[in-house]
């Protein structure tokens, strides 16, 4: 069956351009992360989400990141006024459940590149 | 605060032989999942191995093993019979067992080199 989806696989924008990035989970799966990997680091937890729960977004680093998940399903990530610290790797993933014995399930990422 | 410590930046094996990775982690919880994932270039991280903190043995998945040292809080990972393919970034992850908690702290990660 098909994987987590993410789109587009590389974006290139001009500091202070917004970005909008797209994960497409898998079928049925209810728990979705955003990660942040910067050249060299692990990966920083950004948000979470678990069906119809209120996300926690205590991990994204301003207020000029923003996400959502339509319909428990699709979620993007949205950076506002982008900055060049902004450029990294940025990872979804997807799990059946919130459970740690539900393995996470990730997508191939966003390189995004703030010229 | 639980943190997760990789201080390997960089190894390498020769195809066929045995490498370990290291990962030290800490915390104030005594019931935890410790993971590792491997990042090929391809960017795709994908589960190797979960150990739960609970359980005394070392989990094994073919080649790769763990060792598990619970009092030294310590977790390595060990690559049995290096294959080309194994060459990749290795993050090791840690998640709290408690209900109500999701978040997963991942180490820096070590990058593999397989020599021919």
């Known amino acids: 069956g098909a994987g987590v989806s993410q789109s587009p696989s590389n974006k290139v924008t001009e500091k202070g351009k917004d970005v909008e990035l797209r994960c497409d989970p898998i079928?049925?799966?209810?728990?979705l992360y955003w990660y942040r990997q910067s050249l060299g680091q692990g990966l920083e937890f950004l948000i979470y989400?678990?069906?119809?729960?209120?996300p926690d977004k205590s991990g994204l680093p301003s207020d000029r990141f923003s996400a959502e998940r339509t319909g428990g399903s699709v979620s993007t990530l949205t950076i506002q006024r982008t900055q060049q610290e902004d450029s990294a790797v940025y990872l979804c993933?997807?799990?059946w459940g919130a459970g740690a014995e539900q393995p996470q399930h990730f997508g191939d990422g966003t390189r995004l590149s703030i010229l | 605060a639980q943190t997760v410590t990789q201080s390997q930046p960089e190894m390498s094996v020769q195809e066929a032989e045995t490498v370990t990775l290291s990962c030290t982690y800490d915390?104030?919880?005594?019931?935890?999942?410790l993971f590792w994932y491997k990042q090929p270039p391809s960017r795709q991280m994908i589960l190797v191995i979960r150990q739960e903190a609970y359980k005394q043995q070392n989990a094994t998945e073919n080649r790769f093993s763990v060792n598990f040292q619970k009092a030294a809080k310590s977790f390595s990972l060990k690559i049995s019979d290096s294959q080309l393919g194994d060459a990749a970034m290795y993050f090791c992850?840690?998640?709290?067992?408690?209900?109500?908690?999701?978040?997963?702290?991942f180490g820096t990660g070590t990058r593999l080199k397989v020599l021919a």
């Open positions: 992850a840690y998640r709290s067992a408690g209900s109500g908690t999701y978040k997963y702290i």
């Open positions: 989400f678990q069906g119809n729960s209120a």
């Open positions: 915390t104030s919880e005594s019931d935890y999942y």
């Open positions: 079928s049925g799966h209810t728990a």
């Open positions: 993933a997807s799990s």
